[in-house]
């Protein structure tokens, strides 16, 4: 399985907009906008399969965290699975690949801590400023059964100290600094001088990231209830192996997902959630 791990498509758009997704946790490790790259990935990121990728876009599915009940890894399985590569797709101005991870790939220990049959298609679409990335659950089974997912992406910046997440001022956030205090957001500008790892629940479907007062990144999300932000700072960041010391003043994640409350998916049903991000 771990040779699948390495392999990569390069999605490329007329206008020079590139891609890079990876089948091992059908994870984007590149977004390149005017020669640009937009997604952080650590330069100690492990990518021989052994673990989830530090940087670009982790798929989390069926959990967020870690469950005392379900017995998986912390962000469940999807991120360190390898997943089938199902096609390319061009339509209108949008260049896409799609993914599929259904339970018949899993490791029998991921199978029994989470009895479910299902099938993920995860969507990566390319524009010249924008990337699309869309997750479609389907639950194969009868019975109902209930998930968390989020689109884990880290966005590359160039110093935290200058950033500025707009949108998200009035909300509730479970504050994980806090002890799970839940907040509300006072300030119409989220700045980061310090370990920040919130749950914003509930949160409106456009978030701006700034850097120097300038607008840098847009996030409209769909499907999806929440949002997080992170940034591990200091201590947190000399405590992962695969993270530079210094990295946490280049990135900041921003990430859409259902993780406040349980997704419920009937038996036979589909849902849908994704993100579309711009670089401004
Ligand atoms: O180290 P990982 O399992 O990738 O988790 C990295 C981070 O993911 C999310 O942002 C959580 O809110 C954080 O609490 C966690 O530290």
Same mark, same amino acid.
């Given at each position: 399985?771990?040779?699948?791990?390495?392999?990569?498509?390069l999605?490329?758009?007329?206008?020079?907009?590139?891609?890079?997704?990876?089948?091992?946790?059908?994870?984007?490790?590149?977004?390149?906008?005017?020669?640009?790259?937009?997604?952080?990935?650590?330069?100690?990121?492990?990518?021989?399969?052994?673990?989830?990728?530090?940087?670009?876009?982790?798929?989390?599915?069926?959990?967020?965290?870690?469950?005392?009940?379900?017995?998986?890894p912390?962000?469940?399985?999807?991120?360190?699975?390898?997943?089938?590569?199902?096609?390319?797709?061009?339509?209108?101005?949008?260049?896409?690949?799609?993914?599929?991870?259904?339970?018949?790939?899993?490791?029998?220990?991921?199978?029994?801590?989470?009895?479910?049959?299902?099938?993920?298609?995860?969507?990566?679409?390319?524009?010249? !400023? +924008?990337?699309?990335?869309?997750l #479609? *659950?389907? @639950?194969?089974?009868? &019975?109902?059964?209930?998930?968390?997912?989020?689109?884990?992406?880290?966005?590359?910046?160039?110093?935290?100290s200058?950033?500025?997440?707009?949108?998200?001022?009035?909300?509730t956030?479970?504050?994980?600094?806090?002890?799970?205090a839940?907040?509300?957001?006072?300030?119409?500008?989220?700045?980061?001088?310090?370990?920040?790892?919130?749950?914003?629940?509930?949160?409106?479907?456009?978030v701006?990231?700034?850097?120097?007062?300038?607008?840098?990144?847009?996030?409209? !999300? +769909?499907?999806?209830?929440?949002? #997080? *932000?992170? @940034?591990?700072?200091? &201590?947190?960041?000399?405590?992962?192996?695969?993270f530079g010391?210094?990295?946490?003043h280049?990135?900041?994640?921003?990430?859409?997902?259902?993780?406040?409350?349980?997704?419920?998916?009937?038996?036979?049903q589909?849902?849908?959630?994704?993100?579309?991000i711009?670089?401004?």
């Open positions: 399985a771990h040779e699948t791990s390495h392999k990569s498509i999605l490329k758009h007329p206008s020079g907009a590139e891609a890079e997704v990876r089948l091992f946790g059908a994870t984007v490790t590149s977004w390149k906008v005017d020669n640009t790259e937009r997604l952080f990935v650590s330069k100690d990121a492990i990518l021989d399969g052994s673990k989830a990728i530090r940087g670009g876009i982790p798929v989390v599915f069926p959990i967020f965290g870690t469950d005392e009940k379900i017995k998986l912390q962000h469940g399985f999807a991120r360190n699975s390898d997943w089938e590569y199902v096609g390319l797709l061009t339509d209108n101005d949008e260049v896409s690949v799609r993914f599929s991870l259904k339970d018949n790939q899993l490791k029998q220990s991921q199978r029994s801590a989470w009895p479910h049959s299902f099938r993920l298609n995860y969507t990566v679409a390319l524009t010249e !400023k +924008t990337l699309r990335t869309t #479609v *659950v389907k @639950n194969e089974d009868e &019975d109902t059964f209930e998930f968390k997912t989020l689109l884990h992406t880290y966005f590359q910046i160039s110093d935290i200058k950033v500025a997440v707009s949108g998200l001022s009035n909300l956030y479970i504050d994980k600094v806090q002890n799970a839940k907040v509300v957001e006072e300030n119409q500008k989220v700045t980061i001088a310090g370990e920040v790892d919130r749950v914003y629940a509930n949160v409106p479907e456009e701006t990231i700034e850097e120097d007062g300038q607008a840098k990144y847009r996030i409209v !999300k +769909t499907g999806m209830k929440d949002t #997080v *932000v992170w @940034n591990p700072w200091i &201590d947190k960041a000399k405590g992962m192996g695969d010391d210094e990295e946490y280049n990135m900041v994640c921003v990430e859409v997902g259902s993780v406040a409350d349980w997704v419920k998916l009937g038996g036979g589909t849902w849908t959630g994704g993100q579309v711009t670089a401004l």
